[in-house]
């Protein structure tokens, strides 16, 4: 170690090259590195979603869910399969293993999907698997005023999606919502009776009257030609023309209309509106791509006149808050840092060269990220938050020791060179324990790991960069200042040194204290509830009008206008955004939307009480009687199902299903803490069904009647003048009003034209809205919603409940949701800790090459768990995963000082007894180590009284852990660590201090024999 400091002083200007090379490179790499809200990260899940207008639930389960379940039963790493089968749509969600190549996943789903044969009318499936990098930069709404032609409009959708397409770094731009032109035909059921026309005649109008063909080649007039063909569709009134009997024509039975239809409602501020998302393209800087799109919004408004983009949502204006807010806590933490070093050295000399060592970890920091891909975003910029109090550690006990030296010795280089490599072991040791906690952060699973790597390898690279910083740049700067300059002499604290030589001599009292605290501490946290993370930033609100599942669409619509028009007149709100029903854009994200339920996302002013604003909202809901209405805070990343427990029942079949689950949620309910259970099988749907004699009626003959009467047929198109195809639908001739209608309908049966009735007969049946399949089996879901601080209490009561039920053969109860998540977690970060205690273990024997003294320093883990316990029972922070991820950080935080400590003893004992070299030891190392935890503590205030990132492991629980543990750990360590060091050398020790009293009485009787010789001598 002694070379390699010395190689800094022999080159000087080559190391200050390098210093001004790295703090270029630095913020070089700080403009360069992409900015994201979260780091990439794979969600192990992949969602396949089929749309089939017209069939209801029963069908879709029958024809199109269970062929796809079959389908990828076989799909390798795949750990379950969730299906959900609704009005019109399919959905099966396929969970893998976390070790699964999820882009292989999804090349074998859509392999095996594409051998499914859909029915028809249903489209082919969309296969979606989501990442994180997918998380749109922008959701833009565009807006037109009443004058606009349709035709304006279509250019102007066409020339923003143009445009937001070719922007630069934008990898998608999709436009959702869309109206649609189409023709529409509506039956005269009276005008066809008259003329005699039946309804079948309207389905082939327009079969074979547009089109083209090549007849073939023939010679005129002495020239090869060709002979074609061609009729084409142009206008409403050529349709009108168009013949469907003898002297008949379409516009003698039928109404013909142009008019514009959408799948779903969207509206912003009470307008129809549509919606733009933008995603960014991989490796594009997602705060860049987000004001190239608020500038082309600024621009588009000025050239469309009539037209209005209002950008509803950017999470690249969420990425620039957490950045800003990081940075602040960094620089804060920083400033606190260099405050206790200038308090503890009285040295402005000494602090300046001290904290030199931050920019330079940072910009080095920087720069190494860059090279491994890491992109700039929450979590690693909490990873310069935690470690920058770190940063400095090691150059303060390096500039301390010079300090110290420089007190009583003569300045030289070589005293500066000595100095630095007196602590180089202690500081190398030191932070290689601190990094080796996150080396084993490869062995997590799936996106765990995909969140935690960036934050680890950024505190691994502060980490290393300021060690090398201390035994290169702090050695040459501190030889520079210091030259000439009289340093004031600190003493040890000689009253420190005989409270801890007390309790050296009374090893029972301390250690007694200590096994008390610990086992306190245990049993406090034992019977601790342990807490979801909080993801909610308040910055918008969502409110939810669910209706009963035979809620009709005219009832739904008037009553989600009624509720829009109450949110716009609403104090605090910047925009009110209202979408109900579904469309195909939303289905390729996998988003499907119940028909019934009206969903609002209200933008929340700043400084706007955005609880208090929920609240009011919620006084609403007598108003809806017959709707269940729900109003939320929401971040931007989602959420809500943080603190919630989902109990799976399976079974054989659906009745013992339903029956299992209706004990299961009789015995939840009472449950302490539980706020809400519900389950997806509570909503019911009248269900008609037409039971057909089939010695009467074919069956088949009898659903094809009926779908093209009741239901909206294509029967072809019209083509524009710019080549645009229209489709030509006709509308359902048969709308009946009441359930004696059915009865009425008339069919073609093999015996002429008969009443429905005289075929067949309808039978009445409430049927669930939505039909579940859990891996091709029957289930329900019993979602339970937990006070979210009480979690782990609601999770363990629930299982218990569910553990004591006794169910039918074959039914089967399974707890999951965010408690089992949460416990699995915990015991990953448990054995995370474990590898991570031995990785330190092993590199403290390395270093010091015995068994014992390591030993000594592992005992400061359980001191930093009473500290990190105290810290929670005194703020009342309730235990959380990032509480737990503090935790294992300061398994390699606390024992540095332990470190430095027993470095400075085993140094001593070649010279002194080992009580000696424990008092030395203390008094000489308790600055340095009490200015490094107090300089963690202090930047670490900032995540404290901070706000933290929605979504971020950096949070509030986190710092109060690991400053609770440090202090706390801090402290005992200088009395504890000595009273386990002397105990585990007792009987050196205890020989020592023998031969040393020994001597002691030796010297005293030769003294007291020279006393009495001497006068007789005279």
Not at 857 to 869: K, Q, W
């Amino acid at each position: 170690m002694r070379s390699f400091i010395e190689g800094a002083f022999r080159n000087k200007a080559a190391v200050w090259l390098c210093v001004v090379l790295v703090l270029g490179m630095g913020v070089a790499s700080y403009f360069k590195l992409p900015m994201e809200f979260m780091p990439e990260a794979d969600n192990p899940q992949v969602t396949i979603t089929a749309i089939g207008p017209g069939y209801d639930a029963a069908s879709m389960e029958t024809l199109v869910t269970k062929p796809l379940q079959e389908a990828t039963a076989g799909i390798a790493g795949k750990t379950a399969s969730f299906a959900s089968s609704g009005d019109s749509y399919s959905q099966v969600n396929l969970s893998f293993d976390a070790k699964t190549d999820m882009k292989q996943a999804r090349t074998d789903v859509e392999r095996a999907v594409a051998s499914v044969q859909m029915p028809e009318r249903v489209a082919p499936p969309y296969i979606i698997q989501l990442n994180t990098s997918m998380i749109p930069i922008s959701w833009v709404t565009l807006t037109f005023d009443d004058a606009v032609t349709s035709a304006e409009r279509e250019d102007a959708e066409k020339q923003v999606l143009e445009t937001f397409q070719g922007l630069e770094g934008v990898g998608s731009a999709q436009l959702s919502g869309r109206p649609s032109p189409a023709v529409t035909i509506t039956p005269d059921s009276a005008a066809l009776a008259q003329k005699g026309v039946p309804l079948q005649a309207l389905y082939g109008v327009l079969q074979g009257r547009s089109g083209s063909a090549s007849v073939g080649e023939s010679m005129l007039d002495g020239s090869s030609v060709n002979l074609n063909v061609a009729s084409t569709l142009h206008d409403l009134e050529t349709l009108r023309k168009l013949p469907v009997a003898p002297g008949v024509t379409l516009g003698d039975v039928a109404k013909l209309e142009e008019n514009t239809s959408s799948e779903g409602v969207s509206r912003l501020d009470g307008k129809d509106a549509m919606v733009l998302v933008i995603t960014k393209a991989a490796g594009a800087n997602a705060v860049t791509v987000g004001n190239g799109v608020d500038d082309t919004v600024e621009r588009l408004n000025g050239e469309m006149p009539g037209a209005e983009l209002k950008v509803l949502m950017s999470t690249s204006k969420q990425v620039v808050h957490s950045v800003n807010s990081m940075m602040r806590e960094v620089l804060l933490g920083a400033l606190f840092a260099t405050l206790v070093i200038l308090v503890f050295m009285r040295n402005i000399r000494a602090t300046l060269v001290t904290i030199v060592s931050i920019p330079l970890s940072l910009g080095l920091t920087l720069y190494l990220l860059d090279l491994s891909g890491v992109t700039l975003n929450i979590l690693t910029l909490g990873g310069v938050a935690v470690a920058v109090g770190r940063l400095v550690d090691d150059s303060i006990v390096v500039i301390e020791n010079i300090f110290r030296r420089l007190q009583k010795e003569k300045f030289s280089a070589s005293l500066v060179i000595d100095a630095t490599r007196e602590v180089a072991t202690a500081i190398t040791a030191s932070t290689l324990t601190t990094v080796a906690v996150f080396l084993p952060m490869g062995l997590l699973r799936g996106s765990l790991q995909d969140f935690l790597l960036p934050f680890a390898l950024t505190v691994t690279y502060s980490l290393l960069s300021s060690l090398l910083v201390a035994l290169t740049v702090i050695p040459l700067l501190g030889a520079k200042l210091f030259r000439g300059v009289k340093m004031t002499e600190h003493e040890p604290s000689r009253r420190f040194q005989r409270f801890l030589e007390w309790n050296l001599r009374r090893k029972w009292l301390p250690l007694t204290v200590a096994v008390l605290l610990l086992a306190g501490s245990i049993g406090a946290y034992a019977v601790m509830p342990k807490g979801a993370i909080d993801s909610s930033d308040a910055s918008n609100l969502t409110v939810t009008l669910g209706f009963k599942a035979d809620a009709s669409p005219e009832k739904i619509e008037t009553e989600g206008k009624k509720l829009e028009a109450y949110l716009k007149e609403l104090d605090g709100q910047d925009y009110v955004y209202m979408q109900a029903g579904g469309n195909r854009e939303s289905a390729q994200y996998g988003a499907v939307t119940s028909r019934t339920e009206v969903t609002y996302m209200i933008g929340v002013k700043k400084g706007t009480d955005a609880e208090a604003l929920s609240e009011q909202i919620k006084e609403q809901a007598p108003s809806y009687p017959d709707a269940e209405l729900v109003a939320q805070t929401a971040s931007m990343m989602g959420g809500g199902g943080g603190s919630q427990v989902f109990i799976d029942v399976t079974g054989p079949n659906l009745a013992s299903v339903t029956e299992a689950a209706e004990k299961v949620m009789t015995d939840v309910k009472p449950i302490k803490d539980v706020l809400k259970v519900e389950s997806n099988q509570q909503e019911l749907k009248p269900v008609y069904t037409l039971q057909v004699d089939a010695t009467r009626a074919k069956a088949t003959d009898l659903a094809q009647q009926l779908q093209g009467m009741l239901n909206p047929v294509p029967v072809g198109q019209l083509t524009q003048e710019d080549g645009r195809q229209v489709p030509v639908i006709l509308q359902p001739v048969l709308k009946p009003q009441k359930a004696a209608d059915l009865d009425a309908l008339t069919v073609m049966t093999d015996n002429g034209p008969q009443k429905v009735s005289a075929v067949a007969k309808w039978v009445k049946e409430d049927k669930p809205a939505i039909y579940y399949l859990k891996d091709g089996k029957p289930y329900v879901r019993i979602t339970v919603s937990a006070e979210p601080s009480q979690l782990s209490v609601v999770g363990a009561d629930i299982n218990k409940a569910v553990a004591g039920l006794k169910l039918q053969e074959g039914v089967k109860a399974h707890v999951g949701g965010a408690s089992a998540d949460m416990s699995q977690d915990f015991a990953d970060l448990g054995m995370i800790a474990l590898i991570s205690i031995g990785i330190v273990y092993l590199i403290m024997v390395l270093t010091f090459k015995t068994l014992r003294a390591p030993l000594a320093i592992l005992f400061t883990l359980p001191l930093a768990a009473i500290g990190a316990v105290l810290g929670l029972i005194v703020t009342g922070v309730t235990p959380d995963f990032t509480a737990m991820f503090g935790a294992l950080m300061l398994i390699g935080i606390v024992v540095t000082n332990a470190i430095v400590l027993i470095d400075r003893v085993k140094q001593n004992e070649e010279t002194m007894t080992i009580r000696e070299a424990l008092l030395e030891a203390a008094g000489t190392r308790m600055r340095p180590i009490l200015m490094t935890a107090i300089a963690t503590v202090c930047a670490m205030l900032p995540l404290v009284f901070g706000s933290a990132e929605s979504g971020s492991i950096v949070s509030q629980s986190l710092a109060i852990v690991v400053i609770g543990g440090l202090v706390v750990a801090t402290v005992l360590t200088l009395i504890i660590v000595p009273c386990i060091y002397e105990l585990l050398f007792f009987r050196k020790s205890a020989l020592q201090r023998r031969e040393a009293a020994a001597g002691a009485a030796n010297g005293k009787g030769r003294g007291k024999a020279g006393a009495t010789e001497a006068p007789g001598a005279g």
